[in-house]
């Protein structure tokens, strides 16, 4: 089991920026690849940006080049440094990590950004 704990969501007017964390627990071990998925009701969960366990990273192409995901391994933390925000960036964002036995979920943290 892993378990997974979002913070830092909120309200951002467009063109600011926010930080987001996600604070990693249990069987560390099993995890492959960890990063951050949003979701908009009524629209399905995409994928926002990945981080292997070789260091290796994707992004969607709606976020390259003003969002950055890293990891401090030492402290079991993901982040998502998001910039330039745009009001097409409002969705809940959940951290996930993927496992040998299936991926694990956060709670998700609200995105709000206003134009």
């Given amino acids: 089991q ?3 704990v979002e913070s830092g969501g909120g ?15 249990g069987s560390i071990f099993s995890i492959k690849a960890t990063g951050w998925y ?13 981080i ?3 260091g ?6 709606s976020v390259k080049g003003r969002f950055t995901i890293s990891r401090d391994s030492a402290k079991n933390m993901v982040y998502l440094q998001m910039n ?4 097409e960036d409002t969705a809940v964002y959940y951290c996930t990590a993927r496992t040998a036995f299936g991926p694990y979920w956060g709670q998700g943290t609200q995105v709000t950004v206003s134009s």
């Fill in 2 to 4: 892993v378990q997974l």
């Fill in 11 to 25: 309200l951002v007017q467009a063109g600011g920026t926010l930080g987001l964390s996600c604070a990693v627990s």
């Fill in 38 to 50: 949003r979701q908009v009701p009524g629209n399905q969960r995409e994928l926002v940006a990945i």
């Fill in 52 to 54: 292997g366990s070789g």
């Fill in 56 to 61: 290796s990273t994707n992004y969607a192409d």
């Fill in 84 to 87: 330039s925000l745009k009001p």
